[in-house]
Structures are given as C-alpha cells and as structure tokens.
C-alpha cells in the first residue's frame, strides 16, 4: 500500500535474519544512522534511527524489543481465556493495558456503528482460510460467522478488592473471538513512540510493513521522512500516485492490494464488513490516515495511542466508503486522509 520513498532498493532474503547497517558517521558522539530490519507480526519491519552511536543502537535494540512483546501479547493467556469463556457468562480477569486498548476499541466500533470491529475473529478466520484456499467459503459458513461478531457483546467492567481494581472483561456469546490483528501495528507503533521517547531519540522510522508507519523528526537530509502513496492498481510497487512528507506522526493504511485472491473475476480481499460477512466493497482500493504524535487539544483521549487510533480509522473508513469515512473524520480533525478509488485514482481533495 505505502512505499517507502526515499528506499527504493529492493530487500534481499537475506534481510530474513536481522540486520543491522549503521550509515555516517564515526566518532563515538558522531551522528550515525542506524537500520535494523526483521520478520516481526508477519511482516518486514524496518526500524531507522539517527542519533550517537550508543543511543541509535539502544533505539533499535528496544524497538525490536517492543515488536516482540506486541506480539506476545497479541498471543497472550488472557484474551484466549477471554474467548474460551465466551457465551457462559462468566467474566475474565485482563490487564489494566489491555482494558484500555479494548476500551478505545469500543469507542471507534461505536463510532463507526461497527464498521470497526474487534470482535470480528471469526470472520478474519473464515477468510484467511479461503485465502489459502483461493476459494471464497460457502454462504452458510459465512453466515454462522457473521452471528458470532457484534461488539456490543463485548462488555468490560472495573471493580475494586481490597484496595486492588480488577480489570474484566466478557464475550456474550459462544465461540466468539477478537481480531487480533485488527490493533497490533498500531499498538506497536505506539510502544515504539513510547520507547523512543524515553530513550531522548529525536529522529527516527518506524516502518511495519509499509502499511503502519511512525515517522519522528527529519530524515538524514534534514527534511520530513517521504512517504509514497502506491497506486493498488499499479503494474509495481514503484507506481506512487503522491508522497507524503511526515515529521512526528503516524500512518495507517488499509487495502485490497497485499492479501487478496480472485475468484470468478472477483477480487476477495482481507478487510471483511462486519456488517455482510464479505469483503467490503464501498468502491475504495486503499485508506491512508496520517495522524500527529501531539494534539492534545482536538484528541485529549488519545494521547499515546495515535498509532492505534489511525490504525482503527483507516480501516473503518475502507468499510465505511468515501462519504460516510469522511463524516467519521469529523471527530478527528487532525487526520489527514488520502482516498483512493478501485480505478487506481486519488478520490477528493
């Protein structure tokens, strides 16, 4: 969907392994850009950091880390306790992180009148089984899936016990399951902006995937990180239809382009309608949301969660469609969004 602009060789498979380049520089206390590349979340994540030595290799060395424990956590006890659990009744026990990050789920589904769905598991199952398979599955499997989504049978709930607040959450009915894929790059990309912070890192990249990117301060040259938009219906990834400057802000987006197949001349992407069951089909190829790491005044709520916020967006709106993805941005006047269409062309300003 994104290509990053200002690397336009290709990564060998020998970038499998991690890598580390450090590019520039050679005193201790010299500026040096430093490159760690790995297999992260089922996808290449590159990381860039420019800083001293010890500092950019500190950044890297803890922004991998982050990728690491987003996808432990993704794959953690409590949210199977969580599905195992679904339809009797009971409530289970999640961490205080995990409480928010559902909570904020819960308000973007709410928005978007389910558009977004966290709780849409068991169709996301469904359909990376059919894309193995490059065969859509059969109506009736479609429609029991669509009966186990709905994220107002999702319920969390705080309560106090001795002086401790437990944190618990419930899924309504049987055979339930959260998405985790819906959050992770977003998540990740917050840690990383957490990690870099603390360690005083003042220009860096972040990119998962080119499909989640966390762009601070400049690049090398001293300008914003150039960030390409794709053309989905292009003949190859170097077709860029715009590029974006980015300096401290995030970027989400959302395709039919990378996991799809064809069927009867159908295309069947990954980005499912909660609503149908089915691939959402609103005329859009690909939503791009950028978003700034500050702007506490028009969105106090998300402060630190940025990257999973653009993340949730830009998938709402490719199931909204241009109109309704448009009027959801209204609550979020700091998004920048770029539309495009099925025919391969930018929609709107």
């Not at 980015?246 to 989400?252: A, G, N, T």
């Not at 709402?316 to 495009?340: H, N």
């Amino acid at each position: 969907m994104l290509l990053k602009f200002f690397a336009a060789r290709e990564i060998p498979a020998i970038f499998l392994l991690t890598v580390v380049l450090i590019l520039g520089g050679c005193g201790r206390n010299s500026a040096v850009t430093a490159e760690d590349t790995k297999i992260a979340m089922g996808t290449l994540a590159r990381l860039t950091v420019r800083a001293d030595e010890i500092t950019a290799q500190a950044g890297l060395r803890d922004g991998m880390a982050v990728l690491a424990q987003t996808e432990r956590d993704a794959d953690g006890a409590a949210l199977a306790a969580v599905e195992a659990a679904a339809g009797t009744g009971e409530w289970r026990e999640i961490s205080p992180a995990l409480y928010e990050t559902l909570t904020l789920a819960q308000e973007i589904a709410r928005r978007s009148d389910g558009a977004f769905d966290v709780t849409a598991g068991a169709l996301t199952e469904l359909w990376e089984r059919a894309r193995t398979e490059k065969q859509p599955p059969p109506p009736e499997e479609i429609a029991a899936a669509r009966d186990r989504v709905g994220y107002a049978q999702l319920e969390l709930r705080t309560s106090e016990e001795n002086g401790r607040t437990i944190y618990e959450a419930r899924l309504r009915k049987a055979g339930m399951k959260i998405d985790r894929g819906a959050l992770i790059k977003g998540l990740a990309l917050d840690g990383i902006a957490h990690s870099w912070q603390d360690t005083g890192i003042k220009n860096a990249l972040a990119d998962l995937g080119t499909s989640s990117i966390l762009a601070v301060g400049v690049n090398e040259a001293g300008d914003p990180w150039q960030i390409g938009i794709r053309n989905p219906r292009g003949e190859d990834r170097t077709d860029l239809l715009m590029v974006l400057p980015l300096s401290d802000e995030v970027l989400s987006s959302s395709g039919d382009d990378e996991h799809f197949f064809i069927s009867e001349g159908r295309r069947y992407h990954h980005l499912i309608d909660p609503h149908t069951g089915y691939p959402a089909d609103t005329g859009l190829s690909s939503v791009t949301v950028t978003l700034p790491l500050e702007d506490n005044e028009t969105l106090p709520t998300w402060k630190g969660h940025r990257g999973m916020l653009s993340d949730m967006l830009s998938t709402a709106i490719f199931v909204l469609g241009p109109e309704k993805g448009r009027a959801l941005l209204a609550d979020f006047p700091a998004a920048l969004v770029v539309l495009i269409g099925t025919d391969g062309k930018p929609i709107g300003e």
